[in-house]
């Protein structure tokens, strides 16, 4: 079973709250990523965190924003909710460097009302 | 930046048979592709992934090749059974410090016993 986990599994959220997503990352891995999964649609990359820095940053505008802790664990936090932020959110963890191995967690699905 | 389409959307095969699902990448710096399977609720697992300086690729019943040229790739499966039914998702990587996933916008694929 993967390493990667995520809380909460499922939360719901009223338009223009703020919302905090974890993720802790697998053993060893350094560089953790988040993308957005719309429904029925590919996961679309939002940022990446690497030394507790983001080093590269998706089409997503600046309410949503992350942290990544010494221990490689991070957060997704989205200000000012709106009803297209509804989708699930993956991390995916890895170690920099490293060409492959992107290992993903079950997600957190957001639904903003 | 990269984009990556995909497919059929949908692809119905009787159990047994083949399946192909064929993704076209734009940026020619891509460097790495993989393909991820997600079933209903779950997070995407990795099957098989290839790097640009190899065509092919195999893994028992799973195969992808890569045409660098015409920047195409496609995922093959034989002797398809029921519970390789699914949504997959290919991915392309352009080489750079984010090294995030551009997905494409996923094939369900249904295999009737």
């Known amino acids: 079973e993967t390493g990667v986990t995520q809380s909460p599994t499922h939360l719901i959220k009223t338009r223009g709250q703020q919302v905090t997503l974890r993720c802790s990352s697998q053993s060893g891995h350094n560089t953790v990523s988040w993308y957005q999964q719309a429904l029925g649609q590919g996961p679309q990359f939002i940022f990446q965190?690497?030394?507790?820095?983001?080093?590269g940053r998706g089409n997503f505008p600046p309410r949503f924003s992350g942290l990544q802790f010494p221990n490689y664990s991070s957060e997704l936090n989205v200000n000012a909710l709106e009803l297209d932020d509804s989708a699930l959110y993956l991390c995916?963890?890895?170690?920099?460097?490293?060409?492959?191995?992107?290992?993903f967690g079950s997600g957190t699905r957001l639904t903003v009302v | 930046g990269e984009n990556v389409e995909q497919h059929p959307s949908t692809l119905s095969v009787q159990e047994g048979d083949s399946a192909v699902i064929k993704c076209t990448y734009s940026?020619?710096?891509?460097?790495?592709f993989p393909w991820y399977k997600q079933e209903l609720g779950k997070r995407p697992q990795l099957i098989i992934d290839?790097?640009?300086?190899?065509g092919e690729k195999k893994d028992q019943r799973i195969a992808v090749t890569l045409n660098k040229t015409a920047k195409h790739f496609s995922l093959h499966i034989t002797e398809t059974q029921p519970e390789d039914s699914a949504v997959y998702f290919c991915a392309a990587r352009i080489s750079g410090s984010a090294r995030q996933l551009t997905f494409g916008s996923g094939t369900q694929l249904t295999v009737l016993p």
């Open positions: 995916a963890s890895r170690i920099f460097g490293q060409n492959y191995g992107y290992t």
């Open positions: 940026d020619s710096a891509s460097n790495y």
């Open positions: 290839i790097r640009s300086n190899v």
């Open positions: 965190y690497y030394r507790e820095e983001e080093n």
